[in-house]
């Protein structure tokens, strides 16, 4: 098996450690192409080091550009790349512009996409991520997506529900495996010069883009009586300095700002923080893996699961808000408590392994082509059925040729479909083909 994992940002690296790292233990071969989105030593060689990952194969060098310059720059070198290489599968982890050119590079080549973290959705197309994660969804084969909630999400856009499979998040792998190691080898601890203190992140576009909402967080940070440690984004340290607010925060008493830290002295910082203030989408699924609570500065999230498990709380970005919760969360230890224990939706850790197994099965099975026009028979409609009797998905599907399952309603609730679900008193609409 030969598979080619695109990638280019921190969280791309981080979060295809783990999957690069099954690929090689299971003796399959792994191209590893680099698009170069990041480039800073701390946002991407670090990590390399850190996760102990092999050197790319290649390094598309794209740097900062703009958005349509990056993606058709990408795409352009990876018809390159892809077509020497014959893979049997591509692999592309999120949301950014390097996950969309990956995915849509790919499927012109009509090479299997197989999208990590498939499924999210913020509902926000201001979002340059959403619009990212939707087109590379619509170009895929295969879907690893979190959590059932995320699954519904692709059945509800006409996604084949049995290309579909809940893996969990492979955050979590990268997590558990590096927690520990971290504790024992950051140098970080040295180097916090408070003893108690609020992790921060920040550099979503939409916060650090926007003059008068990056300088109405950052006020409410400067005047909270709270301790924070801010390892700050370059794109951050970017609008700050066009703001001149990059040295007020320097400054500030109560601000202790590093430069990005490589993931052991993140997960060490983190780790030992009271509470952490992220717009980031992998640091609040780590808050929640850590069981730290989580305040997110932002007005939606594509991670709801930690919302309604309980671990996180949208805040937005207003200074009243965010003090407001900020001193409800630490001043209030029963809420605080309730918080930390929130359940963890993105499994066990073992996401990464079953993430192989089914790229494995699915070229074992020949289920992984991308269909050729001849199985495609002519499409009659969609259907709503009242299910009377016990039959599960898998059962229907083979009795009733042309017909494909694309929602299930347990009274008005949408279920999460699985072969194996039994349909009795649900309601089904089905998607139905002309049979040959
Ligand atoms: C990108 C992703 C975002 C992801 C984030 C992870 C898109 C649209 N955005 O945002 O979804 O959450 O990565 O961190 O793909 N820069 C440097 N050095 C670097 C990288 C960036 O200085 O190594 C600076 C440059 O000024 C650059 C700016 O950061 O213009 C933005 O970089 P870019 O990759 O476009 O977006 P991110 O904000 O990093
Ligand atoms: N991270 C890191 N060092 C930092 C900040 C974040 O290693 O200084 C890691 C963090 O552990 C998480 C990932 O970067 O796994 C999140 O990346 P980022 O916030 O840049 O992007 P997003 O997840 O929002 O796409």
Redesign the pocket.
Known sequence: MKIAVVLG???EIIKMAPVIDEITKNNDECILIHTG????IE??KQFFEDLNIKIPDYNIGIG?KT?IK?ISIIISELEKILLDENVDIVLVQ?????VLAGALASNKLKIPVGHVEAGLRSFDKNM??ET?RIIADNCSELYFVPTEETAINLQNEGIAHNKIHITGNTIVDACFRHKDIAKEKSILKENIIFDEYIALTM???EN?DDSERLTNIINALLSLDKNIVFPI???TR?SLEELDLYEKVLNSENIQVTKPLGYLDFLYLISNSQLILTD??GVQEEAITLNIPCITLRYNTERPETITAGGNILAGTTSEEISRNINHILDNPDVYKSMQNASNPYGDGTSSKQIIKIIKDSIINDTLNVKKADSITDFIGYKKYSIKNDITVNQYEKTNKGHIIEQVFDDENPLCISDDLNLKDMDIIVKIFKTK
């Open positions: 940002t921190r969280p989105q990041h480039y800073d946002m991407s900062s958005a990056q999120g949301d950014t512009n390097t340059p991520e990212n550099h979503r576009a650090v984004h370059p794109h970017k980031s989408g």
